[in-house]
């Protein structure tokens, strides 16, 4: 169950925000308006599910800096601070850290340091391990650091490749209950043959990255068959529009730190 979560309140300079177009058919800019208004009803959203919501402010520096995801790991007792790979991103993680320690003491929270790169999109959590994507974003190195902190906390963890893009939860995600939501490629991946896999179509890609929430599975606005997929699996969902984030590769797991 999560109690809490940590988000940031999208800036202005978020229409500069890194872009593959991986989820649009061609580049677009975000509108900032409109990310401001889905990223609170986002809140709003993890609020009705009984969080706590810790919305920091806008930082201009950072164009990426929404997506709070990324800058940092967070655990029961252990925090991992960690090194995004990408320039733009990098000083993310110094404003993290003052965030984190609100909630975990200086003897909790850890830092993966070069030449180790990692970014929270890459790890997957499942009961006490977590499966850490090894991508352009997450090296070996990092994965590394993070397992030597992980098991003094009593966690375990393994890589496995990203192949198909950004990060490892936008091709698999865990929605509890042994369901893994997939593509055609994880479906086939060694380490997750004993969970029950379901291939999301290709043409809902984006819809992988549905969040789980005490019970409850947020779904990206506009897909249906992930949609009727998760209903069937017997979750309440609730729909949330993030298409001005989905523009710069943004989903939903993207946009807060939960625990
Ligand atoms: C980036 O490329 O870093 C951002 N535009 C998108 C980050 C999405 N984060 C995530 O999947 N955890």
């Given at each position: 169950m999560f109690t809490r979560a940590i988000t940031k309140k999208p800036c202005r300079?978020?229409?500069?925000g890194i872009s593959?177009?991986?989820?649009?058919e061609s580049v677009e800019q975000p509108d900032y308006e409109l990310a401001v208004r889905q990223h609170n009803k986002y809140i709003e959203t993890l609020e009705s599910l009984g969080l706590e919501v810790l919305d920091l402010e806008a930082d201009?520096?950072?164009?990426?800096?929404?997506?709070?995801?990324?800058p940092a790991v967070v655990m029961e007792g252990c925090a991992v601070v960690t090194n995004p790979a990408r320039d733009s991103r990098n000083g993310e993680k110094y404003e993290i850290l003052p965030a984190l320690r609100n909630f975990y003491s200086d003897e909790q929270i850890f830092c993966i340091e070069g030449p180790g790169t990692m970014e929270g999109g890459d790890v997957m959590l499942v009961g006490r391990h977590f499966y850490v994507g090894q991508s352009d974003r997450t090296n070996a190195e990092g994965a590394r650091q993070f397992n030597e902190i992980v098991t003094k906390f009593g966690y375990t963890s393994e890589t496995v490749p990203v192949t198909e893009g950004l990060h490892l939860k936008d091709f698999v995600i865990y929605l509890e209950n042994n369901n893994l939501l997939v593509t055609e490629t994880m479906d086939k991946v060694p380490a997750f043959k004993d969970f029950n896999r379901y291939i999301v179509p290709k043409d809902e890609l984006y819809a992988i990255n549905s969040l789980w929430i005490n019970g409850t599975v947020l779904v990206p606005a506009g897909y249906p068959k992930t949609l009727k997929l998760i209903q069937d699996l017997g979750y309440p969902t609730i729909t949330v529009d993030t298409s001005e984030f989905r523009k710069i590769d943004g989903s939903l797991t993207c946009l807060s730190l939960r625990f």
């Amino acid at each position: 169950m999560f109690t809490r979560a940590i988000t940031k309140k999208p800036c202005r300079a978020l229409i500069d925000g890194i872009s593959t177009a991986q989820f649009t058919e061609s580049v677009e800019q975000p509108d900032y308006e409109l990310a401001v208004r889905q990223h609170n009803k986002y809140i709003e959203t993890l609020e009705s599910l009984g969080l706590e919501v810790l919305d920091l402010e806008a930082d201009e520096r950072f164009p990426d800096s929404c997506f709070t995801e990324d800058p940092a790991v967070v655990m029961e007792g252990c925090a991992v601070v960690t090194n995004p790979a990408r320039d733009s991103r990098n000083g993310e993680k110094y404003e993290i850290l003052p965030a984190l320690r609100n909630f975990y003491s200086d003897e909790q929270i850890f830092c993966i340091e070069g030449p180790g790169t990692m970014e929270g999109g890459d790890v997957m959590l499942v009961g006490r391990h977590f499966y850490v994507g090894q991508s352009d974003r997450t090296n070996a190195e990092g994965a590394r650091q993070f397992n030597e902190i992980v098991t003094k906390f009593g966690y375990t963890s393994e890589t496995v490749p990203v192949t198909e893009g950004l990060h490892l939860k936008d091709f698999v995600i865990y929605l509890e209950n042994n369901n893994l939501l997939v593509t055609e490629t994880m479906d086939k991946v060694p380490a997750f043959k004993d969970f029950n896999r379901y291939i999301v179509p290709k043409d809902e890609l984006y819809a992988i990255n549905s969040l789980w929430i005490n019970g409850t599975v947020l779904v990206p606005a506009g897909y249906p068959k992930t949609l009727k997929l998760i209903q069937d699996l017997g979750y309440p969902t609730i729909t949330v529009d993030t298409s001005e984030f989905r523009k710069i590769d943004g989903s939903l797991t993207c946009l807060s730190l939960r625990f």
